[in-house]
């Protein structure tokens, strides 16, 4: 029961900050929209093509501003990410989630409220973008320990895979409010989804529970605190999850004296960094986040310049792309469980999908069905592998077995991962609007560009776990073959 309330509690958390990040790629269009589809200008005294764009959005360069935006609270975001994780491992995650949530919803609405106050000064909205990426990094390392604390091994990509459409429907639920407004009063696109976050911040609060050891019920084998007679590695660093946990061994525990427990000293930065595989899987995520977020900032400009759609329709349209990141996510987390090929699977599907953004950039506007599928298939393709990453394979290696059962890693391994990975993030949407005045094509061919070399990156892991299912075969065949010739010699 506490554990399905921590998985509710904590998709509905991260769904409220997707929720609150997403208005402003829809409200770009209308900061600048096509003013001469609105009728004759009203205001003989400024710009015949700009005159309902909102300053300082109004000029030439209104993409690169538009950059500058995405940039600010990206670049906040990946920074303050690496320093997030240390507090999280030493701050009760229930007040440090929360606060973050209810700050997160005073600078969204922040933003909106630029609107009502008739703010046109850059820096405003700047300094906005700032304070809302730092605090924002208080919510991912947070819900990634929480949900680690809760779950083991078994089935987690299955399990987080699912968990982790929270970032989708986040963007969805975001498009589909911030588009009520976007075309009236653009303000309420923010001022909404920071009362949301706020709200969801103030249950969490009052009902998140961190530890199932707080409510008496056992934990995870990975996150056994070791006592002094609970001295045995393998029964710490035991890969069983949760629910593999038998009557018998509950009773053992319950049964034996309870001892003070040694409390382990939470990992250092460079101690998470020696951990196999942070390195790859960090640098990694670095260039498929940086695809993912070019899609969540740019892809309803994209749409409404090449195919010509309203903000709102493209706005809608764009949505279909997370629908793809959910499904996508669940995919990629059930295979890697079945095959046991965390990175196998994310390089399969980053390969697959540098062809599949070529494709959408030349055949998918040719009709609303093309679009459609398009835009699904190259969401699963991109998000798969980033959705995975960022949940199963960062709560596999924060309880790896060279940490001999500490607890007090998830969340500083969460925290690099994610904040090496929000450096690409926050290059993405730059690089988007730096390069899309040369043409849109461009901006394809570097997404293509990453995906390939967020695949190279991951090519040592993907032999690793080649090399191990050889040898598991080989070993299998070995056995059998010795079986059949002990049958054979009792015959």
């Not at 093509?49 to 995405?70: I, M, Q, R, T």
């Not at 701050?91 to 106050?117: H, K």
């Not at 909404?192 to 249950?203: F, R």
């Amino acid at each position: 029961r506490y554990r399905g309330l921590t998985l509710v509690l904590t998709f509905l958390c991260y769904t409220s900050y997707h929720l609150s990040r997403k208005p402003i790629s829809i409200v770009k269009s209308q900061l600048h929209p096509n003013c001469s589809a609105l009728g004759p200008n009203p205001h003989n005294d400024s710009n015949s093509s700009s005159w309902c764009s909102w300053a300082p959005f109004d000029g030439d360069n209104y993409k690169e501003l538009f950059g500058a935006l995405d940039n600010a609270f990206l670049v906040a975001y990946a920074i303050g990410m690496f320093i997030s994780g240390i507090f999280g491992e030493r701050l009760p995650l229930r007040y440090y989630l929360s606060g973050g949530m209810v700050l997160s919803g005073v600078f969204t609405a922040l933003f909106g409220l630029g609107y009502f106050w008739d703010i046109h000064v850059l820096w405003y909205f700047i300094i906005v973008q700032v304070c809302n990426g730092l605090v924002q990094t208080t919510g991912w390392p947070s819900v990634v320990a929480c949900v680690g604390n809760w779950f083991g091994k078994g089935k987690r990509g299955l399990i987080m895979g699912i968990w982790n459409s929270h970032t989708s429907v986040g963007n969805i639920l975001g498009s589909l409010i911030a588009g009520v407004w976007v075309s009236s009063t653009w303000g309420l696109s923010f001022i909404v989804p920071g009362i949301i976050i706020a709200a969801v911040g103030i249950i969490c609060f009052f009902f998140l529970v961190e530890y199932p050891e707080d409510v008496g019920c056992s934990p995870p084998l990975h996150h056994v605190r070791v006592t002094s007679n609970e001295k045995d590695p393998e029964a710490v660093t035991s890969n069983e999850g949760p629910l593999s946990i038998s009557g018998q061994s509950t009773a053992d525990h319950s049964d034996s004296p309870k001892e003070p427990a040694e409390e382990p000293e939470a990992i250092s930065f460079l101690g998470a960094l020696r951990i196999p595989g942070v390195v790859e899987f960090s640098l990694c995520l670095l260039f498929a986040k940086l695809v993912s977020y070019t899609f969540l900032y740019w892809l309803p400009l994209y749409i409404v310049n090449v195919a010509h759609f309203g903000a709102k329709e493209a706005g809608d349209l764009s949505t279909l792309f997370d629908v793809g990141g959910i499904l996508g996510g669940i995919f990629a987390g059930l295979i890697s469980d079945y095959t046991g090929g965390r990175a196998t699977t994310c390089c399969v599907m980053l390969v697959v999908a540098a062809p599949m953004l070529f494709l959408y950039n030349h055949v998918g506007q040719n009709g609303i069905g093309t679009s459609i599928a398009m835009l699904i298939i190259c969401g699963a393709l991109v998000n798969g592998p980033y959705a995975l990453i960022t949940t199963a394979v960062s709560a596999d290696l924060g309880t790896h077995e060279s940490l001999k059962g500490n607890a007090k890693a998830l969340s500083t391994v969460t925290a690099i991962i994610d904040g090496t990975g929000s450096i690409g993030a926050a290059l993405g949407p730059l690089l988007a609007g730096l390069i899309s005045p040369t043409g849109w094509n461009n901006v394809f061919y570097m997404l293509i560009a990453a995906d390939v070399l967020a695949c190279l990156l991951l090519a040592r892991v993907v032999v690793k776990e080649v090399r191990g299912w050889c040898g598991c075969m080989a070993r299998k065949r070995g056995s059998s073959v010795q079986l059949t010739e002990s049958v054979l010699d009792g015959k």
